[in-house]
């Protein structure tokens, strides 16, 4: 165990102006707090803290840190309290050994529930103050390296915690050396078979490789000493877990990995990292494509280097890393690194200067977590509940989005993109479909299925969370309902124009516009659509020498239908093109067609305003209207004389109803038909006929004949029982 002179000798070494009476007390305090406890490996278990604090004198950190790392078990494991820490060591010291404290409860759970709110703990203990993590992470590399003495079934977990939780940590704070011997201490725990043939592995291409290494090392430093420059190059390998990792996702062979061997040159100073880089790419043909140079352009943790490859001696690949001492510090040691942690800059300036190193950190670490950019690191490997108030879902290609917790499927589509939460009809989380509506859990996959022309309906916006979704919903509802009655108010225009015999142009139209009092020609549509302008208005605004013969008012107009832009809905024609060219069109209206030809709508699925149709005739019974895409056309496809050229001809000024089937697959409870019902008669369509198809205990199709004014109706019917929690997909038959 390490005496007391020891530890103020290792601080000492690299702090001069180290506060010896300090380590001493600590030493001390946590000997006696300690007493005669034992560690698992039958160790005193004093020598647990002293050898974590070993561990942070090799990281050089500040005496504050060092005492917190000697303190940290005690007031967790002895009867040592927080004030008494306090009172003997100052509140500085205080603090950081009560958030250790904190974390250490991490240690003891192994419930997801208390998980999420430790971690969320171990994040605001960061925020605080950057030294109690890296206090904690030299506390678990020590348990690491002790780990066998645990039992075995807590050892596996412990293990894969590490891998999952503090070598990715140490990674993200650029102490890839901790990052390394954790991830490795790990992988022997986890996959002991795995590491050892990697290992063995490892050992027998060295000896192989022993003298081609020495070989490149000796070349390597005689061409730069001749050019002035006193470099040790060196040779490195890749840690076995890297390896096993890199073997695991491009599922290859340890024969087929190329870069198991690297090369790092340490240099002064950053001038020489680049004479170096120039020396070694005049002597030695480089290899496209593998140059980086992270010295302009340091990665987020602050790493610093350049990577080239070169083909050198013995046409060996040569894989190196050029940098100066310094980046080499930060490179293994990252934020630990930093002078801002040594006692010789002292006071406020520092503790200033250490705050804002560490909100930087963690402002990064967050972005990062925010982003999702960053594939095999963090965000990965972390237990995502970290952010309680958080939900982390994923895209299908992998893209990270935090939402607030109580999201759902909808907000997440809002927030990959204003067009996918617009066009969003059903979702499937994790490979199942679900309600658009449901609430999304952490690291649920979702996918958004989309559909062209789709806008979502406005009850959305009161159901989502995102106030982006809310505002993207608000304007995509106004803008929808705005075309809307643009588009029904053209339709009436070019009816009324049509009717007075007059020709109709977009500048007739746009020249018409002082006399509405309206702004665009757009804006006056709507208007007509929505009933505030008569369309023989628009018609004498154009031509006011015009007069109109007016038609007695229709008896169906009765107000409000509850679906916006058909009140005044329409009645049907259907138009015939005459057989011979040239010939005037006979307009053949659906009802009172008085001895003509019947027509009919298609039996399964019907055909609705909106749909581009299609008339099959039936010699003897009549004609059959289908939707142009309806499959149920193929059986006429050899019979092109039945086929009849037809279509819609609304006019304003009945209310008309049309039959289409619809499909709805729904939870098989209590309640699901009517939810449907509902919404079904709340937009102002009828049911006439419903059928069951039971097809899993859980969910049972819904075969529902319903009517409705149009398209459009239709569509929002259809996306209205889309955003039923029972509801898991809505399909229009035959349509
Ligand atoms: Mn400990």
Not at 61 to 71: C, E, N, Q, R
Request: charged fraction near 25%; include cysteine.
């Amino acid at each position: 165990m390490m005496r007391q002179y020891e530890l103020v000798d290792r601080v000492r070494k690299y702090n001069p102006h180290a506060n010896e009476d300090l380590l001493n007390r600590a030493y001390v305090y946590a000997m006696k707090a300690h007493g005669a406890q034992l560690r698992a490996s039958g160790d005193l278990y004093f020598s647990h803290p002293l050898e974590v604090a070993a561990i942070l004198t090799d990281m050089k950190v500040d005496d504050a840190t060092i005492v917190a790392a000697v303190l940290h078990d005690t007031i967790e494991d002895t009867a040592s309290t927080k004030d008494e820490i306090d009172e003997v060591f100052g509140s500085e010291i205080g603090s950081l050994v009560d958030g250790l404290t904190k974390l250490k409860k991490l240690d003891l759970v192994s419930k997801q529930a208390e998980q999420a709110e430790n971690f969320r703990k171990l994040l605001l203990a960061v925020a605080d103050d950057v030294r109690v993590l890296l206090v904690k992470l030299a506390d678990r590399l020590h348990n690491m390296r002790t780990l066998q003495f645990v039992p075995p079934e807590k050892r596996a977990r412990v293990a894969q915690e590490t891998l999952d939780i503090y070598a990715p940590l140490a990674g993200r704070m650029g102490m890839q050396w901790m990052r390394g011997e954790l991830e490795n201490l790990a992988f022997r725990t986890l996959n002991p078979e795995a590491a050892a043939t990697i290992e063995a592995r490892l050992a027998s291409l060295r000896t192989k490789n022993e003298k081609l290494i020495a070989g490149i090392e000796g070349e390597l430093s005689q061409a730069l000493s001749k050019n002035g420059i006193e470099a040790q190059a060196r040779g490195r390998e890749k840690s076995p877990y890297s390896i096993f990792r890199k073997m695991e996702q491009k599922s290859i062979a340890f024969e087929q990995l190329s870069d198991i061997f690297g090369f790092r040159v340490v240099v002064p100073s950053t001038q020489d990292c680049y004479r170096v880089l120039g020396i070694v790419h005049t002597k030695w043909p480089t290899v496209p494509g593998r140059f980086k140079d992270y010295i302009s352009t340091p990665k987020q943790n602050d790493y610093r280097s350049i990577h080239t490859t070169v083909v050198g001696p013995g046409m060996q690949r040569v894989e190196l890393q050029i940098r100066s001492a310094d980046m080499q510090d930060i490179a293994e040691n990252g934020i630990a690194a930093h002078a801002l942690y040594k006692d010789d800059v002292s006071g406020d300036a520092a503790r200033l200067t250490r705050e804002s190193l560490a909100y930087q950190w963690l402002k990064r670490t967050v972005e990062l977590l925010a982003e999702g950019d960053s594939p095999e690191e963090f965000l990965e490997h972390t237990k995502l509940e970290m952010f309680h108030d958080q939900v982390f879902c994923f895209t299908p290609k992998g893209r990270l989005i935090a939402l607030p917790s109580g999201a759902t499927p909808i907000d997440f589509a809002y927030a990959v993109h204003t067009q996918l939460g617009n066009g969003a009809v059903g979702v499937k989380i994790n490979g199942r479909i679900a309600p658009l509506l449901s609430e999304l859990h952490n690291g649920d996959e979702v996918d958004i299925a989309r559909a062209e022309g789709q806008s979502p309906p406005a009850a959305w916006e009161s159901l989502v969370v995102t106030g982006k979704a809310r505002a993207a919903i608000r304007r995509a509802t106004r803008e929808a309902s705005r075309l809307q009655y643009a588009g029904l108010g053209r339709q009436i225009v070019a009816r009324a124009f049509e009717r007075a015999g007059k020709a109709l142009s977009e500048d007739k139209l746009k020249g018409a516009l002082p006399r509405l009092a309206r702004q665009n020609v757009e804006d006056m549509l709507a208007g007509v659509g929505r009933g505030e302008i008569f369309s023989g208005d628009v018609v004498r605004a154009v031509h006011p020498e015009f007069r109109e013969e007016r038609k007695p008012p229709l008896k169906s107009a009765k107000g409000e239908s509850g679906w916006f832009g058909l009140k005044k809905a329409a009645s049907l024609v259907f138009r015939f093109p005459g057989a011979s060219p040239g010939a005037a069109s006979s307009a053949i209206p659906i009802r009172g067609l008085g001895g003509d030809l019947p027509v009919r709508f298609a039996p399964n699925g019907g055909a609705v305003p909106g749909d581009r149709i299609v008339g099959i005739l039936n010699p003897g019974e009549g004609i059959t209207i289908y939707p142009i895409q309806s499959p149920a056309l193929m059986a006429f496809e050899d019979q092109p004389e039945r086929w009849l050229d037809v279509r819609w001809d609304l006019e304003h000024g009945r209310e008309e109803l049309f039959p289409v089937q619809i499909v709805v697959n729904a939870l098989n409870e209590p309640g699901a038909l009517g939810a449907i019902a509902t919404v079904i008669g709340e937009a102002g369509a009828n049911i006439s006929h419903v059928e069951f198809v039971t097809k899993s205990p859980d969910f049972r199709d819904i075969i529902l004949d319903i009517q409705v004014a149009d398209l459009k109706h239709l569509t929002s019917i259809l996306a209205q029982l889309k955003a039923r929690s029972v509801v898991s997909r809505v399909e229009r038959v035959n349509g």
